[in-house]
């Protein structure tokens, strides 16, 4: 039996997954306008194929994917363009600082396929309608354009916690752990933030930069609480003291 993606429902529409939400909430931050399962099609082959996001300023597709295409998938993207005379934005997982392919003309593999950064970056998208072209042999770097980093933060904080009803905060930055730090949000302080200091924690143990990326953590101190806002990994004390003993253990050979 296949496990199906729980529905979400957000700006009216009805998602047939988060992941498609999510992506929903990352056009906005980046206010690009999108429609959602706009038109069905038959392709070429007699395959009907309905795909998820409509960009009409941009004049593009985008289909949406857990995982990376299979070469079944990819065939429609491509048989879809073909058809339609407009490229398909192939977008795989969740949303990134990143690059994105998208399917080119009389190109049927992702080797020659044009990639593009989803940014606002000169107001391309309204001015010139399109997205920033990236060159193949420019390297991307998180950080390159300001308004990516936000639209993934926002795109991964997104809650939809209460039921299928989606509810997304102009200014939350959310961990793993859900937690906020903004102090309004934050209650009483409880636990062992009553009696540690995480920031003596990070000082002392030598450990203030996120293990998946790298990245400097941000700490909130009344609170005990921890956030990366370059992969979103967050949560409180006793996390934070568990990923140091982890550390520990690993550096004196212990599994």
């Known amino acids: 039996?296949?496990?199906?993606?729980?529905?979400?429902?957000?700006?009216?529409?009805?998602?047939?997954?988060r992941l498609e939400a999510r992506w929903a909430v990352y056009l906005d931050?980046?206010?690009?306008?999108?429609?959602y399962e706009k038109e069905g099609y038959n392709l070429e082959d007699g395959t009907p194929y309905l795909p998820d996001f409509w960009l009409p300023e941009v004049e593009m597709w985008a289909e949406v994917k857990g995982t990376l295409f299979t070469e079944e998938e990819l065939e429609k993207a491509i048989l879809l363009h073909r058809g339609l005379g407009f490229p398909v934005l192939l977008l795989e997982g969740v949303p990134k600082c990143g690059v994105y392919l998208a399917t080119?003309?009389?190109?049927?593999?992702?080797?020659?396929?044009?990639?593009?950064?989803?940014?606002?970056?000169?107001n391309y998208p309204k001015s010139e309608g399109r997205f920033y072209s990236m060159p193949s042999d420019e390297d991307f770097e998180c950080g390159m354009f300001n308004d990516t980093e936000v639209a993934t933060n926002k795109a991964k904080s997104a809650r939809f916690e209460h039921g299928d009803n989606g509810v997304v905060s102009e200014d939350d930055d959310l961990g793993e752990g859900r937690v906020s730090f903004k102090e309004r949000d934050l209650g009483p302080v409880t636990g062992w933030a009553l009696t540690v200091s995480i920031t003596k924690l990070a000082k002392d143990n030598n450990f203030k930069h996120c293990p998946n990326c790298g990245h400097e953590f941000q700490l909130q101190e009344s609170h005990g609480l921890y956030f990366c806002k370059y992969c979103s990994k967050g949560g409180g004390l006793k996390k934070f003291a568990e990923m140091i003993a982890k550390k520990i253990n690993q550096g004196a050979g212990i599994k």
């Open 1 to 17: 039996m296949r496990i199906k993606a729980i529905e979400t429902q957000y700006k009216g529409y009805r998602f047939r997954s």
């Open 29 to 35: 931050s980046l206010n690009i306008k999108w429609e």
């Open 104 to 122: 080119t003309e009389g190109v049927k593999t992702k080797g020659g396929m044009d990639e593009y950064v989803l940014t606002n970056y000169h």
